[in-house]
């Protein structure tokens, strides 16, 4: 497999996936990890007053179309061609100026070294060789910069059970994170802080269309919030939110 086969392979599927008019039943999992998404956009909203940032995998837009009042200014790339026309198309509908998007190679980014005060991504790093993401990551910001990512993990049975079930639903390429891959994370940056979530915030999935989702989802995170802070159990979490310094 060549590194252009699988960047082919990977702009592929998501062009595909953004084309696409129904939305993806696994997508609507991510029901249980609220409180995971609710964590990683409290940070991203604090970092970005007045700051240049870069939204590494920008997806349609909408992530940075939601901080653009916050931010200074802010970039968003993807692989996906489909999903950049898309952002662009909704930045223009919106009259939001100080958004723009491109496509580029999240390992080899076509950006100005020490450019950004503040990256940030979701489900990106697990697409990539994290080697070199992290690295052009860490190109990209400047000294005390800072990056936050939303990211699964790897570790767990029950999770790792349905991915082989589900191949369809993923790229061949991509690597739900594992605990020694946070070794490279901190080769790159001089702080990591990691948190993890949706573990017992899981149960709620059956019940995710059913009045009762919301109410079984805040039970888990209650049950969550020591359980996974046991050095044995967080990594059996489905997602870890990562606050990294540059």
């Known amino acids: 497999m060549t590194h252009d086969a699988r960047l082919t392979r990977e702009r592929d599927f998501h062009n595909e996936r953004f084309g696409a008019v129904e939305e993806r039943k696994q997508d609507s999992f991510y029901f249980a990890a609220q409180p995971a998404m609710d964590a990683y956009w409290r940070l991203a909203r604090a970092a970005c007053p007045g700051r240049e940032v870069l939204e590494y995998?920008?997806?349609?837009?909408?992530?940075?179309?939601?901080?653009?009042?916050?931010?200074?200014?802010?970039?968003?790339?993807?692989?996906?061609?489909?999903?950049?026309?898309?952002?662009?198309?909704?930045?223009?509908?919106?009259?939001?100026?100080?958004?723009?998007?491109q496509v580029d190679n999240a390992e080899n980014m076509n950006l100005p070294s020490a450019g950004f005060d503040v990256v940030f991504g979701s489900g990106i790093l697990h697409h990539l060789v994290l080697e070199k993401a992290l690295g052009e990551v860490r190109r990209v910001l400047r000294p005390g910069g800072?990056?936050?990512?939303?990211?699964?993990?790897?570790?767990?049975?029950?999770?790792?059970?349905?991915?082989?079930?589900?191949?369809?639903?993923?790229?061949?390429?991509?690597?739900?994170?594992?605990?020694s891959d946070f070794e490279?994370?901190?080769?790159?940056?001089?702080?990591?802080?990691?948190?993890?979530?949706?573990?017992?915030?899981?149960?709620?999935?059956?019940?995710?269309?059913?009045?009762?989702?919301?109410?079984?989802?805040?039970?888990?995170?209650?049950?969550?919030?020591?359980l996974l802070k046991i050095p044995g159990a967080k990594w059996q979490a489905w997602i870890v939110v990562m606050a990294l310094e540059a």
């Open 57 to 101: 995998g920008c997806s349609n837009g909408m992530s940075s179309i939601g901080l653009a009042r916050f931010a200074k200014r802010i970039t968003g790339i993807d692989i996906s061609d489909v999903a950049v026309q898309q952002a662009t198309n909704a930045a223009v509908r919106r009259g939001i100026s100080n958004v723009t998007f």
């Open 184 to 226: 490279i994370v901190r080769k790159h940056f001089s702080n990591c802080d990691l948190e993890f979530f949706a573990l017992a915030t899981l149960a709620s999935i059956p019940f995710r269309r059913s009045p009762l989702g919301a109410a079984i989802r805040a039970v888990g995170k209650q049950i969550d919030m020591p």
């Open 146 to 179: 800072k990056a936050f990512f939303f990211e699964p993990l790897g570790h767990n049975p029950v999770i790792n059970l349905y991915r082989n079930w589900t191949p369809t639903a993923r790229t061949v390429d991509e690597h739900p994170l594992l605990k």
